[in-house]
């Protein structure tokens, strides 16, 4: 079945540090693709979205490319705050289904 | 800006107990959604619901799951006889028609004594 993997955290890195979460995916048809953030203590708020090869996502300086070549989702931000620390999911959505499928989530923790 | 609500933010129960979730969804969305997040794990697909009917469901949402839209505006989710292993965060999401982007709600937490 479908399925979503990311790299696993927590990802340490100090502020102004450039960051990259790395997501692949396993799909069967041409998926949307989605991050998520959830910040302590609060629910998932969607980051951004991107629905077909070569589209992409961009939100608060995140930034994430659907590469259909290497099935993969990856996020980066040029220049982190410690604000962004936050846990970081990526999903998918086949279309053919209702449900998002989540990957395990990655912990970032950005420090002064 | 329009947003999920969901209500309460912390339920304790004891064990054999039914508990009901509510959540109200975005006022124009048609799609319905419950996720639950066990501590320390992913985010679990339990059900999609719309036009008033199942139209999805995970191994997870079994006979002792229910879902309803019992009016306009609330979408619940009845957990019949709770079991330790039910603690979670249960979150609401929604989504509108022809769009695949859903929105959480801010998530109920469940405790099972």
């Known amino acids: 079945g479908d399925s979503v993997t990311q790299m696993e955290g927590p990802v340490t890195l100090s502020e102004e540090a450039f960051l990259t979460i790395n997501c692949t995916y396993t799909?069967?048809?041409?998926?949307?693709l989605f991050w998520y953030v959830q910040y302590p203590g609060e629910g998932l708020q969607l980051l951004l979205k991107?629905?077909?090869?070569?589209d992409k996502g961009s939100n608060k300086g995140f930034e994430a490319t659907y590469r259909k070549e290497t099935t993969s989702f990856h996020l980066e931000k040029g220049s982190v705050q410690v604000s962004d620390s936050a846990v970081y999911f990526c999903?998918?959505?086949?279309?053919?289904?209702?449900?998002?499928?989540f990957g395990t989530g990655t912990r970032l923790q950005v420090f002064p | 800006e329009p947003e999920v609500t969901q209500t309460p933010s912390h339920q304790v129960t004891q064990m054999g107990q039914e508990v009901i979730l509510r959540c109200v969804p975005i006022s124009n969305h048609l799609y319905f959604y419950w996720y639950r997040q066990i501590l320390g794990q992913k985010v679990e697909f339990l059900v999609s619901f719309y036009n008033n009917e199942i139209s999805e469901k995970s191994e997870i949402f079994d006979d002792q799951f229910s879902v309803e839209r019992p009016d306009g505006s609330n979408f619940t989710l009845k957990i019949r006889s709770t079991k330790l292993e039910d603690s979670a965060m249960y979150f609401c999401?929604?989504?509108?028609?022809?769009?695949?982007?859903?929105?959480f709600g801010p998530g109920t937490r469940l405790t099972v004594l």
């Open positions: 999903a998918l959505s086949d279309g053919n289904t209702d449900k998002l499928i």
């Open positions: 999401a929604s989504s509108g028609e022809g769009t695949d982007t859903q929105y």
């Open positions: 799909a069967t048809g041409y998926p949307s």
């Open positions: 991107a629905t077909k090869a070569d």
